[in-house]
């Protein structure tokens, strides 16, 4: 159950009470009680008059101090309602407390009528209450105001600013990124030699650093160099104001020079470098550098140096020492545990971060908005939709949540993630101040699917016309859907971004790379990459990828050698081209080759040399994939998925089952695996068994498990059990039957000799979902039941549909053989040969010892085939001698 912060303790409500009715002497006794005698001491308790002015002043005084600005403003309309005049110091406190309250409660009004009544009585003149006034407007936002009253005070002997004035007023100038007030000042403080000054100095440093831009950088380093006594604060000041503008490299020159210099960073140093020590080259080198100076110095300790030090650590991917640090550090602030569970997601370990989540909520704290962030994030990561659910409930009960935008579109993205539109758009439209991440979270989710194409345009008309123009992200989406609706779109978005100057962004480059792809216009994605101006490694990352998903394996290669820098996604996509394209030598060797680099593989990099295993048929490299996978504690639903599916594939059910038992995240990617596995198998019974098991977990299925699940059904020949399930498709489970849908049920009928029914599904079915693998189905089953006419009909299909495949020729060459049709034969037999069509050699292989031995038919070329050939020679002459008969010897020996 998660844990919430009481309300206010009753003493503190009755306090507020008091206060509001004008029993100041009760209010100040309940308040000191509410907070266990805690408070400032009732000194005043001995002072017989209620009303006097100095004990008003003082309390007064007190509740500006301890934070209590709504009681300070309420006893300062009770003073002068009865005719007390505060004194200076209270005024400044009321001015001061008056620039804390929420522009609902009057605040910045309040403030103002402050200042009018410090000119009327005569303290405007006073540094105190000036300083205070300015520090007011620079609050509210007014500087205009802060620059008269700082002006005032120039032009009065009395009150001409000091060092402390100027770090009260430059404040407000770098707030409101006003530079122009800003040198306004500092020229003031070169005129009155205040530039040398500390405190002075450290403040012109932070206005120029925060105003941003290389020459306010320049302007403040030029004032950096003029202090002449530069304590932590100036180092900490240039230092915040290189990094905040970027110069990560300068800033880090200059923690060194501040080093050698002998000036002891403290807290805040730390927590100022450490964040962008990942960003800069040698930057994990520089975080270790940093971690040994703070334990040599015993800083440890300071929550905020260790939340910085675990938020590097992090960055670079060394979790182990996050985890160290977190165990040696006491409990923490919610910003620790913040820190670590962030860390888990942005290093994809999702359990992990479930799991110290619970660790969180049983300390008795709250998680805040940046937690339950970090939460949908790892729901998503592993398919855990019941958990995040259980998140946008909670959200929802606790109405102040609902008001922070990045949280809801942080369950936006999650549901898209989850493939959960109609949750997604629910909690969109909940979104009370939607900002450009909110609807680029909601288009995202309709380019993940063709069935959202009207909305999806529907809302980018919204999004133009509420709050904010497209940026590259818009872009982004905008392209993704467009490879939904056709080579014409993509050209159109293509248009549109250069129009608008997005194809500069390489993000955005790279996605119409991609979508060119996808449409299988490979040459507009060739052009497009050879005339941009700036390539980097994404860049050529993406072009691969273009390759890819075209089977080019000699333009990815070409691109892949001559690329400068690669990273992991650049091994990845060429280790993922080699397995798809049943290149498993190259595959296993880029991965080597990968690790030589010093890589680490990931869970995409396991995911395809899992493939390359498949291609195999190895259950002993599986098994090294499983090993490592468990070592380098990767975690990821969809490789588990993967790790199954490669067990069930190479034949190994049992180990399949048990990865299956011991998955701690069982959701619809796991359950698909599992029910294909069991299809592959034809343990049927099985199959469905555990499909309504999935069903009583209320885990909706969608078109792959149901694709899955025919597949069973087909294999084991239930073609009641089949025709069933396909029927509930529409009915009752919602999804539109797809192609893989039809030709299994297409299998299913003709596997069972029901030619007929199977023929007449097929023609009943819209042609779009009646793809090749239905009509290849029906012409092998042709084949097995020796039906021609049927076999011819499906044949001619499949030659107009995939007049380049071969073996549709030879099945139906072999059915009209069956069946003495030799004119038959001739012809197609010369339809392959005016194709040029030759079949290919068939192969085979088995391992032993670790080692894969190959053989081609007609194949004498392997070392041992004289000895294979003797054995093999042997085993027959047994078996003739058991059964009789050579002929059966001499096919088999030419095979």
């Known amino acids: 159950m998660l844990m919430f912060p009481l309300a206010r303790p009753p003493g503190r409500r009755y306090a507020d009470a008091a206060l509001r009715g004008g029993q100041w002497r009760l209010s100040h006794h309940l308040r000191a009680t509410a907070t266990g005698g805690g408070g400032a001491p009732d000194v005043f308790d001995a002072m017989p008059a209620l009303d006097d002015r100095m004990r008003c002043s003082a309390l007064l005084r007190e509740h500006a101090a301890g934070g209590d600005h709504y009681g300070c403003t309420s006893l300062l309309r009770w003073m002068l309602a009865r ?159 290189y990094s905040e503008n970027g110069l990560f490299e300068e800033a880090l020159a200059l923690f060194g020079q501040m080093i050698s210099e002998e000036c002891l960073p403290n807290y805040s140093t730390l927590a100022n470098v450490l964040p962008f020590c990942s960003l800069v080259e040698y930057g994990r080198h520089y975080g270790k550098e940093i971690h040994g100076f703070v334990v040599r110095h015993g800083l440890e300790m300071d929550i905020s140096v260790s939340n910085a030090l675990m938020a590097h650590y992090s960055k670079v991917c060394e979790m182990r020492a996050v985890e160290s640090i977190f165990r040696s550090s006491k409990m923490g602030d919610i910003i620790t545990w913040n820190t670590v569970i962030a860390g888990y997601v942005m290093n994809r370990y999702p359990s992990r971060a479930l799991k110290l ?214 091994w990845n996509l060429m280790s993922r081209l080699y397995a798809q394209n049943d290149l498993c030598d190259q595959a296993f060797c880029l991965f080597h080759q990968l690790q030589s680099e010093g890589l680490n593989p990931d869970t995409i990099s396991i995911t395809n040399i899992l493939l390359a295993c498949i291609h195999l048929s190895s259950v002993q490299l599986v098994k090294q994939c499983h090993g490592y996978m468990l070592r380098a504690s990767l975690e990821d639903i969809h490789l588990e998925a993967a790790l199954l599916d490669a067990y069930s594939k190479c034949g190994n059910i049992a180990n399949a089952y048990n990865l299956f038992q011991v998955s701690p995240h069982k959701d619809l990617v796991i359950f698909t695996a599992m029910i294909g596995a069991y299809a592959m198998h034809g343990m049927a019974e099985k199959a469905v068994e555990l499909f309504s098991k999935m069903l009583t977990l209320d885990i909706k299925p969608d078109h792959v498990v149901l694709t899955a699940l025919l597949s069973a059904c087909s294999h084991a020949g239930l073609v009641d059990a089949g025709i069933k399930i396909f029927k509930s498709i529409r009915e009752i489970y919602g999804v539109e039957p797809t192609e893989e849908h039809c030709a299994c049920m297409v299998d299913l009928l003709a596997r069972s000799g029901r030619l007929q029914d199977a023929y007449n599904f097929a023609l009943d079915m819209p042609p779009h979902v009646v793809n090749a693998n239905a009509w290849g189905s029906l012409l092998g089953a042709c084949k097995v039941h020796g039906e021609v006419k049927i076999g011819q009909l499906a044949a001619d299909r499949l030659f107009s549909m995939e007049a380049e495949d071969i073996g549709n020729y030879v099945i139906m060459s072999n059915i009209f053989a069956a069946d003495d049709k030799w004119e038959s034969v001739e012809h197609v037999r010369k339809l392959m040969k005016s194709k040029d069509m030759k079949k290919p050699a068939g192969c085979s292989w088995i391992e032993v010892e670790k080692t894969r031995h190959l053989f081609v038919a007609s194949d004498v070329q392997h070392q041992d085939r004289f000895s294979i050939y003797d054995v093999l020679g042997s085993l027959y002459q047994q078996i003739r001698g058991t059964q009789g008969g050579t002929a059966h010897f001499v096919v088999t020996y030419e095979l």
Request: glycine residues 8%; proline residues 2%.
């Open 357 to 570: 989540f619970q660790g969180l909520l049983f300390t008795g704290m709250a998680p805040d908005s940046v937690s339950l962030i970090s939460l949908l994030t790892a729901c998503a990561q592993v398919g855990n939709l019941r958990v995040g659910i259980r998140v946008h409930g909670y959200i929802f009960r606790h109405p102040e949540l609902l008001q922070e935008t990045s949280l809801m579109n942080a369950l936006v993205s999650f549901y898209s993630q989850c493939d959960r539109f109609d949750a997604a758009f629910r909690s969109f439209i909940t979104i009370q101040n939607k900002d450009s991440v909110s609807w680029n979270a909601i288009l995202s989710a309709c380019a993940n699917s063709e069935h959202h194409i009207e909305q999806f345009f529907r809302l980018l008309g919204e999004m133009w016309h509420d709050v904010t123009q497209w940026d590259s992200v818009t872009i982004l989406n905008i392209i993704r859907m467009s490879t939904f609706c056709g080579i014409k779109m993509v050209r159109e978005s293509h248009g549109y971004s250069l129009r608008v100057g997005y194809t500069g962004d390489s993000s955005v480059a790279n996605a119409i790379l991609d979508a060119y792809a996808k449409c299988g216009y490979l040459h507009d994605a060739e052009t497009l990459f050879r005339s941009l101006a700036v390539r980097n490694i994404v860049t050529d990352n993406t072009m691969i990828s273009c390759y890819l998903k075209n089977n080019c394996v000699e333009d990815a290669e070409m691109t892949f050698n001559h690329m400068a820098e690669k990273d992991l996604t650049t």
């Open 83 to 241: 005719g007390l005049r505060p004194n200076r110091l209270a005024l400044a406190a009321a001015v001061k407390s008056s620039s804390a309250l929420p522009d609902c409660r009057g605040g910045a009004a309040l403030g103002r009528c402050l200042h009018g009544l410090a000119v009327k009585v005569g303290y405007a003149d006073g540094a105190v209450v000036a300083k205070a006034v300015m520090d007011m407007y620079g609050r509210i936002g007014s500087l205009a105001d802060a620059h008269m009253v700082f002006d005032e005070m120039s032009c009065s002997d009395a009150s001409m600013p000091t060092a402390v004035t100027v770090a009260v007023v430059l404040p407000v100038c770098a707030k409101l990124r006003v530079l122009r007030a800003g040198r306004s000042i500092h020229g003031y403080v070169i005129k009155t030699g205040l530039e040398f000054d500390t405190l002075s100095g450290n403040a012109l440093v932070s206005m120029y650093a925060k105003c941003g831009g290389s020459i306010a950088m320049d302007d403040a380093h030029l004032a950096f160099s003029t202090i002449c006594c530069k304590d932590v604060v100036s180092w900490n000041s240039i230092i915040a104001g």
